[in-house]
Structure formats: structure tokens, C-alpha cells
């Protein structure tokens, strides 16, 4: 068992298993879920599936996230344009890298055996938290982004170590690059990552050249994965509506204005909270480590302790400066929870007794055994695992659908509940679901000229009756009743009147 721990490619499929074991459990896009309803989660795939028929996002089909979570969809529809299998494999793969990246955290302080036994307990405190959502967020796909981040940190700016080569600070800049195209309020860590070494060199190493080489080498890295992601939207003239959106749209009606300078201090103190109590486990293990790493003599150089507080604070600074925003906002702190079970395993190296060494070794086995109890246990949406495919109201009104020949729907007052997924259909509008903007109401103006000219074969509603405007051209065919995030809500599908 000890080789077999000791072998370089063990770590890897390791952490692939308990990413693969973990998400088949809690998240809603796994096989083993009839689909994944999260309405967030609909709009990237419809978004992405209709890339294959040539539309681009921004231009042709309106949402407010970053281009590269598109193309990850357009990726996974692929694989599978009929089912979030292929959304489902990307967060297999996000697992991995995020599980990886915390592996190879932990051994810089613990022995390979206790790295081993964490991980799948990592997983399951991570994936099975409230804050992961139903699955397929974009913080989601950011997390081993900022995992690997944090790794470089420690193993670059511990004591005695050697400041990072230029190559790292390419690949952090690059990867910084990526998630600033999937959610750009999420770049907090690498934002005081950079500017914490870039003071170490310049300060302490007195190079100021070092120190603007570093920088430069970083937004190179963010420069060259920003052509690869935008070479797309050039090449299909959507840039002027990718800015627009992406970044105009965000910034001016998605977030709040402060009214005092302490506002967004507010909104991170007031959220912060919430989100630690929502998710407590990950969250008392990502501070139990802080307080480890700040107070614990011979961890850290005392200027990488204020770095690692500079990076803490910016990760939620970034996120909830604008607004204290929704329950899953605070995901991608759980990348500091890695930090607890390194406090943990050096306590118990500590201990006057320890466990029999083969023991140890085989922890492994029954820590995923556990994790996988623990994720069916506590996993919010374990519960919708239950339900058939065949009785949802998506599967149902995409059978009349077929039946009756429709070729154009529109998702109309809410956001996409998967009824383009379930019937097939490409959206026909650049408004083809409301989307969480203030001024939805506005944007939905044109999309509410073409219901009034019966432009659309069916219409899904999420309401009883029909919606103003609907009546001269369509009729009720039925409705259905389904729950949606623990809300009861009845589900209308209209017919185009002959």
C-alpha cells in the first residue's frame, strides 16, 4: 500500500475518482439526476447548444456572464446537445483540478498518507455544501483556478523558499485571464496574489525591474488566454455586444452603487457571515487553517502571513463589493478550506500516540466510503435524485410540443427552466428567457412585440394564466405544477392559435 501511495500517477487518478465520486452524487447535472432544473445553469447550456447553430451569445442569445463559461458550454454540448452529461464531465474535470491543486497543498506541509485520507473528506465538505448550488455555476469552474493559485503561493513564498520563476507567474496570469472571462468579481486572490509579490521583489529583494518583469509576465498571461477567448466573438462580429453586456450591463445594473465608502465593507462583513453559517464545515475549516498559517511559528515568513489575510480579504472583497449578491457567491472561499486539514494533519503529527502506520495508509479507503455517506446525507439536492424524467413538466410539454410539430418557443417571464433542453429547440430571439437585471422589463420590450404578433408555436409561462398581450394569439393547452427551489409553481404551455 505505501509504494502504491508513493507512485506519481496514484495522486491524479486519486483525485479524479473522488471528484467523480463525489459530483455524481451532488450535483444535479450527474447521470443519475432526471436533469438539471437550475435555471442559471439552463441558460449557459441553451446559450451553448445554440453556439452549434451559429449564434453567438451577447449578440444573439442575451446573458449577462463571462464568454469563456459559453464556451465551456458550447464544449459540453458537444459531447451531448440532449443532456448535461457533457456538463457534467467538465465538472468532473473542475473536481480534479480543484482536488489536485489541494493535494499538492497539503504535502507541502503533511505526509502523503494523511493527503490521501483528506481528500475525499474535502470533496464531500465542498460538493455537498449549500453554497455549490445544484451544480454548474460559474464559481464552480473557477475554483481550481484560484486552488491553483493559492498552491503557488505557499510553495513560492514560505519561508527559506525561493521567489517563483517567471513561468509561474504566466501560468497564474493566465489563469487569472480565465476566470476574469467567466466572472470577473471573482479575481480577488489573484488580484493580491500579484501585488503581494510584486512588493516582495520590489521591497524586499530591492529590484523594482524584478518586480515590473513579474507584473509584466502576468498580464501576458492574462493577455494570451484573452485572444484565445475572444478570437470567437471577433471572428462573428459579437465583440461591441460582449462589451456591452459583459462588462457595461454588469457594472452599471447588475451591481449596486455604494452610497457610503463602507458599503461594500458592510456587504462583505453582513454576507461573509452568511455564507460561513450556511456552510459551516468548509467554512470553520478554511478559518481554522487561517488562524493556523497567521499564528503558527516556522509556517510562514511573517510578510506571506499578511500576504495569505491580503488574499482572504480581497476573495470576498471582490465578490461582494457590488452587492451581497446570491447564497452561492461565497463558493469559491471554500478553496481555503485545503488550509484546515494541513492544521489538522500537523496536530495529529503531533499527537504522543500515533495510529499504526498501515493503518494510515489505507485510510484512504474508508474516507471516500464515508465521503459518499456524507454527501448522500447532507447534499441539498439529493432528494430531486428521486424524481423520474418522464413525470417533470419539461418532459411532459416537450412531448405535446413534438407531437403537435412546434418549431419556435420562447421561455417568456422567467428565467430558462429547460424547457429549450427537454424540447430541443434552438431559441428564435435574443431575449429568450428574463434574465436577473433590473431593467429585464426594458430588454424584454421587443421579445413582448413578437408574443403580440404570434410569432412564436408555443410559449411556456411560469404563471396561471396567460401573460398581457398573449390572448388574441395563443390558447392554454395545459398547466402543471412543479416544485422549484423549494416553491410550488405552476407551469403553463400556450399554443399558437391556428
Not at 20 to 46: E, G, H, K, M, Q
Not at 219 to 227: E, F
Not at 298 to 320: N, V
Not at 406 to 415: D, P, R, S, V
Amino acid at each position: 500500500m505505501k509504494n502504491l501511495l508513493t507512485r506519481r500517477y496514484t495522486l491524479p487518478l486519486f483525485c479524479l475518482l473522488c471528484s467523480f465520486a463525489v459530483l455524481a452524487v451532488c450535483s444535479r447535472s450527474s447521470p443519475l439526476y432526471p436533469t438539471n432544473d437550475w435555471v442559471d445553469a439552463n441558460i449557459y447550456f441553451t446559450i451553448g447548444r445554440g453556439m452549434h447553430q451559429s449564434l453567438m451569445p451577447y449578440r444573439d442569445l442575451l446573458d449577462h456572464k463571462g464568454p469563456l463559461l459559453y464556451l465551456l458550454h458550447w464544449a459540453a454540448a458537444a459531447v451531448s446537445s440532449t443532456s448535461f452529461f457533457g456538463v457534467w464531465l467538465l465538472e468532473v474535470a473542475a473536481g480534479w483540478g480543484f482536488l489536485y491543486a489541494s493535494a499538492r497543498t497539503m504535502l507541502l506541509y503533511c505526509g502523503r498518507s494523511w493527503t490521501f485520507f483528506s481528500l475525499p473528506l474535502l470533496a464531500a465538505c465542498v460538493y455537498a455544501s449549500p453554497a455549490f448550488a445544484q451544480g454548474d455555476s460559474a464559481e464552480e469552474f473557477c475554483l481550481p483556478l484560484l486552488a491553483m493559485t493559492l498552491y503557488f503561493f505557499l510553495a513560492c513564498f514560505g519561508p527559506g523558499k525561493k521567489l517563483p520563476s517567471l513561468w509561474v507567474f504566466a501560468v497564474n496570469g493566465a489563469a487569472a485571464g480565465a476566470i476574469f472571462w467567466i466572472k470577473f468579481t471573482l479575481l480577488g486572490l489573484h488580484f493580491a496574489w500579484m501585488a503581494a509579490f510584486a512588493l516582495l521583489i520590489w521591497i524586499g529583494h530591492r529590484s523594482f525591474v524584478r518586480a515590473l518583469a513579474a507584473c509584466g509576465t502576468f498580464l501576458g498571461g492574462m493577455a494570451a488566454i484573452s485572444v484565445l477567448i475572444l478570437l470567437p466573438y471577433a471572428l462573428g462580429g459579437a465583440l461591441p455586444d460582449l462589451f456591452q453586456t459583459y462588462f457595461v450591463t454588469n457594472l452599471t445594473s447588475y451591481s449596486s452603487t455604494p452610497t457610503h465608502w463602507s458599503t461594500p465593507l458592510y456587504n462583505l462583513a453582513v454576507s461573509g457571515l452568511e455564507t460561513a453559517l450556511d456552510n459551516p464545515v468548509w467554512a470553520v475549516l478554511a478559518l481554522l487553517g487561517g488562524v493556523f498559517f497567521v499564528f503558527c511559528r516556522g509556517i510562514l515568513h511573517p510578510a506571506a502571513k499578511a500576504a495569505l489575510l491580503a488574499l482572504a480579504f480581497f476573495s470576498g472583497f471582490f465578490i461582494w463589493a457590488g452587492s451581497m449578491g446570491w447564497p452561492y457567491y461565497g463558493f469559491p472561499l471554500s478553496a481555503y478550506a485545503a488550509l484546515g486539514f494541513v492544521c489538522l494533519g500537523r496536530l495529529l503529527q503531533n499527537l504522543p500516540t500515533r495510529l499504526p502506520r498501515g493503518a494510515v495508509h489505507a485510510g484512504f479507503v474508508p474516507a471516500l466510503a464515508l465521503s459518499l455517506a456524507l454527501c448522500l446525507a447532507f447534499s441539498p439536492n439529493v432528494p430531486f435524485m428521486k424524481l423520474k424524467k418522464e413525470d417533470l413538466v419539461q418532459t411532459k410539454f416537450a412531448s405535446i410540443i413534438r407531437q403537435e410539430g412546434g418549431q419556435t418557443l420562447l421561455n417568456y417571464g422567467f428565467l430558462d427552466g429547460g424547457f429549450y433542453l427537454s424540447s430541443g429547440i434552438t431559441p428564435s430571439c435574443r431575449f429568450f428567457c428574463r434574465i436577473n437585471l433590473p431593467n429585464y422589463q426594458e430588454l424584454e420590450e421587443p421579445v413582448r412585440q413578437l408574443v403580440e404578433q404570434g410569432y412564436f408555436d408555443f410559449i411556456v409561462t411560469r404563471e396561471e394564466g396567460p401573460l398581457p398581450g398573449m390572448e388574441e394569439h395563443y390558447e392554454l393547452v395545459c398547466t402543471e405544477y412543479q416544485l422549484y427551489d423549494g416553491t410550488l409553481f405552476p407551469y403553463s404551455l400556450f399554443r399558437k392559435i391556428a
